[in-house]
């Protein structure tokens, strides 16, 4: 790493001094990510991103064994059979049966 010393507004320290304490990360964590984010260096998600997206996986449970694998095949079958029903339901409403 290389030392810059920079200058902020009283508001701007009290901003990044919150956010680290919050966060519970340094205040040069938060001043990087804010670089990062602002001169688009970074590209993915943060460190607190990936930790949250992390702290949910696996808590869901389903039925089907294949479903991580086969989640597409999945949404396109039930999003064609809704399109489907909809599409009756409105040939209903309109008095032509299919």
Request: glycine residues 8%.
């Amino acid at each position: 790493m290389i030392r810059k010393q920079v200058q902020f507004t009283e508001r701007q320290a009290a901003r990044v001094r919150r956010e680290a304490a919050r966060r519970g990360i340094s205040e040069s964590a938060v001043i990087r990510e804010a670089v990062d984010r602002g001169l688009g260096g970074r590209s993915g998600p943060t460190d607190e991103q990936w930790e949250a997206a992390l702290s949910v996986a696996g808590i869901a449970r389903s039925d089907v064994p294949d479903l991580a694998r086969e989640h597409d095949r999945y949404y396109a079958e039930d999003l064609e059979r809704d399109l489907r029903e909809k599409r009756e339901e409105w040939e209903r409403l309109r008095g032509r049966p299919r």
